[in-house]
């Protein structure tokens, strides 16, 4: 759209505000595709077949289709500063953005005070040249002031008065500078190592530890076993860390309303969706490289976890009772791997105690998320198909589960196999009421809203689940 120039001001000259990248903190053609993935997963290909008909036909699709919830994006604190810096002195402030016309005016909407918007419409792709000659027929050249952030604005600040930079990156900053000597850079953003490792959520890989479990379970020590297991952990943290962050990439929307979640690095905006879909992929190919050097079995679990969590990722998240199910067999398959990647012997204890503790777990982490959505006064947990209503069955179930697994571990305690293991098998049995202990615990606080949404963090930090762990271990030490 077009509007005249505010006459009477202090500056006249109209501030034009690109939008990806330098209001917001993130990318509006991005976050419309994951949340179309997210919702249509099965349709993934139409994407490819709408960009091959150009950009400006991507853009319309996915608006037609999805709608970002634009109130909830990150915004760049330095650009809002500078519109409302404009805004105080009554001086004209447009957005001119290549996203799509519908997205640009809700954030018109949202940030108050802007005067007009120039974005993509499905004839045109405003990007670049496009975005320059608009801008210049609206306001002539050098009759606006223009703050952007990529290489495809050059030819817009070649037209515009004033240069205002979002630079990403010190070569970045260096080049328009040598292009722009004048230019003032207001905001200097940087992806931190920091922001990456975040993303990698490396506490999570304790959970990979369950690999070892057959090797220590079965007195499996030798060099060996102990290597291919080791190789085998590196590959589940590599193939973890990269599912993760394809899932925090599905779970933007529903993570900027978390407490606690809404500062992660994407849903922050710290951290680009590009760069989170390029270490996803590397970590993936580094998984596959390491699983290559195992038996096949191992490079089969490997597989059929990948896929798995890709399904649940974009589907199964969403399925009260088959979410919490599927993440309790991804524990269990990590104890097969173990088995798989040292070459060991199957046994039927260990993946049904993992089956069933996991399973009590991953029903308590609904229960905490329920739980703080009942203090908070709301009825549902977004992005997974669950009411608050829910948790007097869930308790309840994340119970049996739990307990089922201290079961499992008494029939254990009673089978031939403890006997040829032990020289004092029966001094194991102290390990059940110290579970019974710990399971119940973990129950309690998360209906008090004492604990934290995620059980592993939780037992990594909790001083009380570390004792526990500790006189376990010390009651194994005394049966050997």
């Not at 690999?211 to 589940?236: C, E, K, M, Q, S």
């Not at 809404?262 to 680009?272: A, T």
């Not at 998360?446 to 689940?465: C, G, K, Q, W, Y």
Request: with cysteine; glycine share 6%; proline share 5%.
């Amino acid at each position: 759209m077009t509007a005249p120039v505010v006459a009477g001001t202090s500056d006249p000259i109209p501030l034009v505000v690109d939008v990806d990248g330098t209001l917001v903190r993130t990318d509006l053609l991005h976050e419309a595709s994951l949340l179309f993935l997210a919702n249509h997963p099965f349709e993934a290909p139409r994407l490819a077949l709408w960009l091959a008909r150009g950009k400006a036909t991507l853009k319309s699709q996915l608006a037609q289709r999805v709608a970002p919830v634009i109130e909830r994006l990150p915004l760049r604190d330095e650009t809002v500063a500078r519109i409302r810096a404009a805004q105080a002195i009554d001086r004209p402030v447009y957005l001119a953005s290549a996203s799509d016309e519908r997205y640009v005016a809700r954030l018109a909407d949202s940030i108050g005070g802007i005067t007009g918007t120039f974005a993509t419409t499905p004839e045109r792709n405003l990007a670049g040249t496009a975005k320059a000659d608009c801008l210049v027929e609206a306001f002539g050249a050098q009759g606006f002031d223009y703050i952007g952030d990529q290489p495809v604005d050059v030819p817009v600040w070649q037209q515009a008065r004033r240069q205002l930079i979002v630079a990403g990156s010190g070569g970045f900053e260096t080049r328009i500078r040598r292009a722009f000597p004048d230019a003032e850079v207001i905001a200097r953003p940087r992806t931190t190592a920091r922001s990456m490792v975040r993303t990698l959520r490396a506490h999570q890989w304790s959970k990979n530890g369950l690999l070892f479990l057959a090797l220590i379970a079965g007195h499996r020590l030798d060099i060996a076993t102990i290597t291919a297991t080791v190789l085998g952990f590196i590959a589940f943290c590599a193939a973890a860390s990269s599912a993760y962050i394809i899932n925090d990439l599905m779970d933007i929307p529903n993570d900027r309303v978390h407490p606690r979640k809404r500062l992660r690095p994407l849903p922050s905006g710290d951290l680009g969706i590009v760069t989170a879909i390029i270490m996803s992929g590397l970590l993936l190919v580094l998984a596959l490289g390491i699983a290559l050097l195992l038996p096949r079995m191992f490079l089969g679990a490997l597989l059929f976890y990948m896929v798995a969590t890709l399904t649940y990722s974009l589907l199964l998240k969403r399925k009260a009772i088959v979410d919490v199910i599927t993440l309790a067999g991804l524990y269990t398959l990590r104890v097969f791997a173990g088995l798989f990647a040292g070459g060991l012997t199957s046994s039927e204890w260990l993946p049904m105690f993992s089956l069933f503790l996991f399973l009590c777990l991953a029903i308590e982490k609904r229960c905490s998320e329920l739980v703080r959505r009942r203090e908070a006064g709301e009825a549902r947990l977004e992005g997974r198909n669950y009411r608050v209503a829910d948790l007097a069955i869930l308790f309840p179930m994340a119970a049996a589960a739990g307990y089922g697994s201290v079961f499992v571990v008494a029939l254990y305690l009673s089978s031939n196999e403890v006997r040829a293991l032990y020289a004092h098998p029966e001094r194991l049995w102290l390990i059940c009421p110290l579970l019974l202990y710990w399971i119940s615990r973990v129950l309690i606080l998360s209906n008090r809203n004492e604990m934290h949404d995620d059980p592993i963090v939780f037992a990594l930090t909790d001083r009380i689940s570390w004792y526990v762990a500790a006189c376990a271990i010390a009651i194994v030490g005394a049966a050997i």
